[in-house]
């Protein structure tokens, strides 16, 4: 081998409730086929249900925490906590919320690491198979949905039985993007009619072809709504509230409401108000994916499920970590695409003319080299 092998570093999840791991034992072989040398902490898979002898088998070498740290290129999921330091001029790939960690940010910028956020991967048809944010929001479309048919005291499908007949449960989903998707796609596999808004009529023929109804608001004037690429940008307030009008009736009319509207970067759209809830019969469910960017429900309470008006309202918090096994299966082979694609050969080969690289990379060489994180932060060039 004429370069030094690069040494991979998997640490064990620290923050509270996070399940997945970075690199599961499949991913892992990938890169050691590559030649890349791959440390995995003792017990990084535990929550996944993955043991360190699988990872052996896989040729990862097992190893203390300190050793996974120490590695040329250390894979996390959570961002790393004030505990956690990657070695100076080393790589770090995860979540890194670059955008609301100014503080992290800055200490990696410090300390001379090269970061990449998954969560800047551009969505670009290249870089699909590194999007970490759809293929967890996969998982979370689907988890919401399952959360929705738990807490509702009625069947999904309809069913005719001996002892008479059920109705379907009606399921709206608000925001048709990647968990939208997945959150009606599960409802419609599950039984339940479906209807679906989005701020962007290009969504109309993907929800209809899941077997769903798209509901069409006339509010928005040409292109108002649609982002660059598959994002939304944010509508003017006044759009805002005459799609809350048009809403309430389907609001009113649902057994479960998913709602997964975002904007990148900004809070999340309130689309569900306290009165529609009041709206809504006793025994509904909405269940709030946007939570951690404030909520589309104005009743929604961050990471818990309260009961208001009669209405279940769920804003559980990382909901893929619930499902740590396949979240952890597609995030790895994410970081593992993003992985070779900054060291095609094996060895790292930083191109920062390439959208993929020059958009995830976060800090560099001592700077903050994403405007976008710069401008967050309201630091100078
Ligand atoms: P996405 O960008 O693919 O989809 C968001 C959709 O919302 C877009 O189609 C957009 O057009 C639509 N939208 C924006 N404003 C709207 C409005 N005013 N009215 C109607 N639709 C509107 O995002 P995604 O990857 O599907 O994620 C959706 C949400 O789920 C995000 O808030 C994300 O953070 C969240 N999420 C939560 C978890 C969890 O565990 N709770 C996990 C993954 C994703």
Request: hydrophobic share 45%.
């Amino acid at each position: 081998m004429l370069f030094a092998q690069v040494k991979v570093g998997v640490p064990k999840e620290v923050k509270a409730g996070e399940r997945r791991v970075a690199l599961v034992p499949e991913a892992a072989k990938k890169l050691v086929d590559k030649g890349f040398e791959v440390v995995i902490e003792h017990g990084a898979g535990d929550e996944a249900h993955l043991s360190g002898a699988e990872y052996q088998e896989a040729g990862a070498a097992l190893g203390s925490a300190a050793d996974a740290w120490a590695a040329d290129a250390v894979l996390k999921v959570a961002p790393p906590e004030p505990s956690e330091t990657p070695r100076a001029g080393g790589v770090l790939i995860g979540f890194l919320n670059p955008l609301t960690s100014p503080d992290l940010v800055k200490r990696l910028a410090a300390d001379r690491v090269t970061a990449f956020a998954m969560e800047a991967i551009p969505r670009t048809t290249r870089a699909q198979s590194m999007d970490a944010l759809s293929s967890q929001a996969v998982v979370a479309g689907y988890r919401a949905t399952l959360a929705g048919a738990q807490a509702l005291g009625k069947f999904f499908p309809m069913l005719t039985t001996a002892a008479g007949t059920v109705r379907p449960a009606r399921v709206l989903v608000l925001g048709a993007g990647v968990a939208g998707l997945q959150a009606i796609a599960t409802s419609k596999r599950l039984g339940a009619m479906v209807e679906a808004y989005d701020v962007r009529p290009a969504v109309k023929e993907e929800v209809q072809s899941l077997g769903a109804k798209f509901i069409q608001i006339e509010v928005q004037q040409d292109g108002e709504g649609s982002g660059s690429g598959e994002y939304a940008k944010e509508v003017s307030e006044d759009i805002q509230r005459r799609q809350q009008q048009l809403l309430a009736d389907r609001v009113a009319a649902a057994d479960v409401v998913i709602t997964t509207a975002a904007v990148p970067g900004r809070p999340a759209p309130r689309l569900v108000s306290a009165e529609m809830v009041r709206g809504m019969r006793p025994g509904s469910v909405v269940v709030d994916l946007a939570a951690e960017t404030g909520g589309n429900c104005e009743l929604t309470a961050p990471g818990s499920v309260s009961v208001k008006e009669g209405v279940t309202i769920d804003a559980t918090l990382n909901l893929p970590s619930q499902m740590p096994l396949h979240a952890s299966l597609l995030y790895a082979n994410n970081v593992v695409n993003l992985l070779t694609h900054l060291a095609p050969e094996g060895e790292l080969a930083l191109d920062w003319d390439d959208e993929i690289t020059a958009g995830a990379a976060v800090t560099h060489d001592g700077e903050i080299v994403s405007e976008r994180v710069r401008d967050a932060m309201g630091a100078p060039a």
